[in-house]
Each structure stands twice: as structure tokens, then as C-alpha cells.
């Protein structure tokens, strides 16, 4: 933007509250969102470093946060008063902890097949919340987990993507992926969906052995494909399942309300179990 005085002292005065044309440039990203449910309206806003969804997953006290400055994210829950931050440093500690155990697990998962069903019981409550046979059958489902390119790119909400899936017998998962540059957006927020962009897909790779806990366990050179943002997205069948799918994109005429944590909100930490 090329300033004139007269633009320069206008932007100036008017700063504090956001009407300076580059201070609030906002953009959103709508989706159409559907789990097993009526379909509603999902909004990714992003602003000024920033990016959210209001309402994560149809429900109205969630919000998800993330600030491409400090790569952090953080899900706010209104109704407990609390909210969990984490980041790509966070998800690669956890995914170190579950390998330091994973051996420990597997031998106790074997140990525990040859028990009776009181002494499981014992076990169980030793082990409190661990969920050593789901572990173990998770595990051994990843191995099974591939992820390949569907077809020819396409085309949703006027954005070209290239369509991959997931299939393992723990999961099947279809999504088409888009590079942020194609949505044409204001410089800032380009940047900050970049970055976004590739914190998700770094907190994937240093997932590890925690994916493994969900039955998900791919390859490096699987891992290298993911890169871009989910125009589309599927989990399970065609009649039932998560579903996600961009509506189209378009620039906010006035400044967007980002969600921020409240101070008296407790953080709660991500726990394996």
C-alpha cells in the first residue's frame, strides 16, 4: 500500500481502534462441518499473527487458538473454565514418553493375556488409567496404515487440492490438501496460515509413537507428502463419520475478535491417558 500524509496520520490516529487499512487485514476460511449431525457453518478467522475457529466442532464453548509468532496453540473451554495449550516441542515430548514405555506395555499386554479375569482386575487398578490391551491392538493395527494419493488434483470452493486417504483397519481417513499461497490472501494472514500450516504438519512428524496409539503409523516418505491446508476432509464411512469441507474464502470488512484466555481459566496438560 503506498502511504499519502494525509493516509499516514489517518492510520496513526487511528490505530488503537483497528481502522488503519493494514492493522486489521482479516480473512476467513468457511467450512462446512458435519459429525453425525446437522451441518453447520465452521470459520477459521485469522488476523494480525493470529488464527481460530470459534465454536470448535459445531460446539459453541470451544475455541481453538494459534499465534504464528510463538507457534502455540491452545483449546479454550468456556464451559470448564479451563484451556490446553500445546505445540510442536509439546507433541514431540509426549511421543518421547509413550516410546520410553512402549516396550514396558507391550511385555505387560502379553503378561496380562494369561491371567484370570480377577487378577486383571488387580492389574488394572495398579495401572489406574493405562489402557494396555487398546495400546497394544492399536499398535499392532498401525502397521497396517498407508497413506497414497487418490487421484487426479481437484477442485472445491475454486481451490485446487490434491487428494491423499488413510487406510488402516483402525481407520479410514480421505483429504485433499491446498496450498496456502492459492487462496490468494493479504500478505499477513498468508503468512500466518503458512505457518499454521506447517506447525500441523510438524507436530505430525514428531508424532511418533503416539500416532501409533491411534492406529496410525506412517512411513517418512509417507509423512513428507502432507504439506498444505485441508480443503477437504473425511474421517470413516460415506453415511457416517467426521466430516469437513471448504465453503469458500473471503476478507472480513471490519476487525475480527480473536478469543483470548481469560486469566482465571485453569490450564489443564495433555496427558497420554
Known amino acids: 500500500m503506498k502511504y499519502t500524509p494525509s493516509t499516514f496520520l489517518l492510520c496513526l490516529a487511528t490505530l488503537m481502534s483497528g481502522l488503519c487499512p493494514e492493522s486489521f487485514a482479516a480473512s476467513i476460511l468457511e467450512y462446512r462441518f458435519k459429525d453425525s449431525g446437522t451441518p ?100 499392532k493395527t498401525a502397521k497396517k496404515t498407508k497413506l497414497v494419493a487418490s487421484g487426479k488434483p481437484q477442485r472445491i470452493a475454486g481451490i485446487e487440492c490434491r487428494p491423499f486417504k488413510v487406510d488402516s483397519s483402525a481407520t479410514h481417513v480421505d483429504f485433499c490438501l491446498a496450498e496456502p499461497a492459492s487462496l490468494a490472501l493479504p500478505e499477513e494472514d498468508a503468512r500466518t496460515l503458512l505457518r499454521m500450516t506447517e506447525s500441523s504438519r510438524a507436530m505430525i512428524q514428531n508424532a511418533g509413537s503416539l500416532s501409533a496409539r491411534f492406529g496410525l503409523n506412517l512411513a517418512a516418505n509417507d509423512l513428507a507428502k502432507i504439506s498444505g491446508l485441508p480443503i477437504s476432509f473425511r474421517e470413516g464411512s460415506t453415511k457416517a463419520g467426521v466430516e469437513l469441507q471448504l465453503i469458500g474464502v473471503k476478507s472480513a470488512g471490519e476487525p475480527l475478535r480473536s478469543p483470548d484466555i481469560p486469566s482465571g481459566y485453569r490450564q489443564e496438560k495433555i496427558k497420554l491417558w
Do not use: C, Y
Not at 460446539?59 to 509468532?69: C, N
Not at 495449550?85 to 507433541?91: D, L, M, Q, Y
Not at 514405555?101 to 489406574?128: D, F, I, N, T, Y
Open 40 to 139: 453447520v457453518t465452521q470459520a477459521l478467522e485469522i488476523q494480525n499473527g493470529r488464527a481460530w475457529i470459534h465454536g470448535l466442532g459445531g460446539d459453541p464453548e470451544m475455541d481453538l487458538l494459534f499465534d504464528a509468532q510463538s507457534g502455540q496453540w491452545a483449546v479454550i473451554n468456556r464451559k470448564r473454565q479451563s484451556f490446553t495449550a500445546f505445540s510442536e516441542k509439546s507433541v514431540r515430548q509426549l511421543s518421547e514418553q509413550l516410546e520410553l514405555v512402549a516396550p514396558l506395555v507391550k511385555g505387560l499386554g502379553e503378561q496380562m493375556g494369561g491371567l484370570s479375569e480377577s487378577q486383571r482386575q488387580q492389574w488394572g487398578h495398579l495401572l489406574e488409567k493405562v489402557p494396555v490391551d487398546e495400546i497394544n491392538r492399536l499398535q
